[in-house]
């Protein structure tokens, strides 16, 4: 199994909808999570962060279910302008315990439209 | 605030040929990655570096070598470029468990 599992999608939604993207992770000892944005031929931002609680920020809601090891990204009232690659992030410990390992997701492809 | 830095943004390297991709980070962190992005594969894990002086192996490493040069700055090198090393490459810093992003060099080996 895959440190990060992503769907790659397309998810072509039209402008206003609300869609929900997941990211399966494997080591279930991992504490935090994150999703980054990617626009095309740019480089990664960070979108938000998700710890136990979830975090909501807008129109954007990640949340955590560590029984079935899976993090969630649902974007409400989607616009034009939400159109991208949306990336799942893992953290692990890096080797000889030193920093951290990030893991990324292949990314879901996220297209909004008219 | 320049954040993450990479040189060159572009090149074309023939077959064999080497290069050393530069990054620099201008906000102290501690950790610092090299990873490179295909069409349909996400982003893989070549190299990362926890801090100054240490360096560890990712997903993808062979091919490549890496420095951590000091705290600022991390290189990637390509010995003997191959087709198969033609990607975007990103450099990324972190301090906690976010990542800032270079902008990425295209590379392409013919």
């Known amino acids: 199994r895959k440190e990060v599992e992503q769907d790659p999608g397309p998810f072509n939604v039209p402008e206003g909808a609300t869609v929900a993207f997941n990211c399966t992770y494997s080591n279930s000892a991992s504490q935090s999570f994150f999703w980054y944005r990617q626009d095309c031929r740019k480089e990664p931002k960070l979108l938000m962060s998700v710890y136990s609680s979830g975090n909501e920020d807008g129109r954007f809601t990640a949340q955590l279910n560590r029984a079935s090891q899976y993090i969630s990204l649902l974007i409400r009232d989607s616009k034009l302008s939400d159109s991208a690659t949306y990336l799942c992030?893992?953290?692990?410990?890096?080797?000889?315990?030193?920093?951290?390992?990030?893991?990324f997701g292949t990314g879901t492809q996220l297209k909004v439209e008219l | 605030n320049a954040g993450v830095t990479q040189t060159p943004k572009f090149q074309v390297l023939k077959t064999g040929q080497s290069m050393t991709l530069q990054c620099a980070q201008d906000?102290?962190?501690?950790?610092m990655y090299w990873y490179r992005q295909d069409p349909g594969m996400g982003l893989r894990l070549i190299y990362y570096?926890?801090?100054?002086?240490?360096?560890d192996k990712g997903e993808v490493p062979n091919g490549y070598n890496v420095s951590r040069l000091n705290k600022r700055e991390f290189s990637l090198r390509l010995e003997s470029a191959a087709p198969s090393q033609t990607s975007v490459y990103f450099c990324?810093?972190?301090?906690?468990?976010?990542?800032?992003f270079g902008q990425g060099t295209r590379l392409t080996v013919v």
């Open positions: 990324a810093s972190s301090e906690a468990l976010d990542a800032f």
């Open positions: 992030v893992v953290p692990t410990r890096g080797a000889r315990g030193g920093g951290n390992k990030l893991t």
């Open positions: 906000m102290n962190h501690n950790s």
């Open positions: 570096s926890a801090s100054e002086g240490t360096t």
